[in-house]
């Protein structure tokens, strides 16, 4: 089936650069897209790449690469406000559903 | 603004019952979808729905069924309800042109438990 892994939890300092990674399988697949979700609350969508390379809005950036079946959110200068769960999710073209990660529990130290 | 939104924030319901969760939006999407949210597990699909009466399975139909008689509502039903049906449940939609179709706006979840 399909299926994507990602990190389930990543640590870093506020200020700093953090990658949360993801990989997914390759059969039918179309694009891969970020959602942030703070505690309690709803998904929000970050980003959606379709075709390799990055993809930047503001202090977030979205990387994909289809050779590698891989991709990643880039967040640069974090703030406190970033502490999220992140989550990858891919479509696929064998049903036009979208698969969503277990999500990565991003916690930012001052 | 764009919104999504659930009947109800918190939900109890006991074992057996039928119990019925609605979601409005107010965007003129074609696509809606439901998801079930359990720790460790991410968001799973449930159901969506791509034009009025029109349904398709997700990874997870078993125990629930769906209804969109019309375009803004999408209804997810639990026949008879089970204590592993304790979870959080979350309404989404989206457009279907293009890249349209990935960005999916929630609605806030309705937490149900299962007694």
């Known amino acids: 089936g399909q299926s994507l892994e990602q990190p389930s939890e990543v640590t870093a300092v506020e200020g700093a650069i953090v990658q949360i990674n993801c990989t997914y399988q390759?059969?039918?697949?179309?694009?891969l897209s970020w959602y942030q979700q703070h505690d309690g609350g709803a998904p929000t969508f970050l980003s959606y790449n379709a075709l390799d390379g990055l993809e930047e809005t503001g202090r977030f950036s979205s990387f994909l690469s289809r050779s590698d079946s891989y991709g990643y959110l880039l967040l640069q200068e974090l703030q406190m406000k970033d502490s999220a769960s992140y989550f990858c999710?891919?479509?696929?073209?064998?049903?036009?559903?979208?698969?969503f990660g277990s999500g990565t529990r991003l916690s930012i130290r001052p | 603004d764009v919104k999504v939104t659930q009947s109800s924030r918190y939900l109890v319901k006991r074992t057996g019952e039928k119990v019925f969760l609605e979601c409005v939006q107010d965007m003129d999407h074609e696509n809606m979808f439901w998801y079930r949210q359990d720790p460790g597990l991410g968001l799973r699909l449930i159901y969506f729905s791509y034009d009025v009466k029109m349904k398709e399975k997700g990874d997870i139909p078993e125990g629930y069924s769906v209804s969109r008689e019309k375009k803004e509502r999408f209804s997810l039903i639990l026949e008879s309800a089970s204590t592993n049906q304790t979870s959080m449940y979350l309404c989404?939609?989206?457009?279907?042109?293009?890249?349209?179709?990935?960005?999916?706006?929630f609605g806030p979840g309705t937490r149900l438990t299962v007694l």
């Open positions: 989404a939609s989206s457009f279907s042109g293009g890249s349209s179709y990935n960005e999916q706006f």
């Open positions: 999710a891919a479509r696929y073209s064998s049903a036009s559903k979208i698969i």
């Open positions: 390759t059969s039918g697949f179309y694009g």
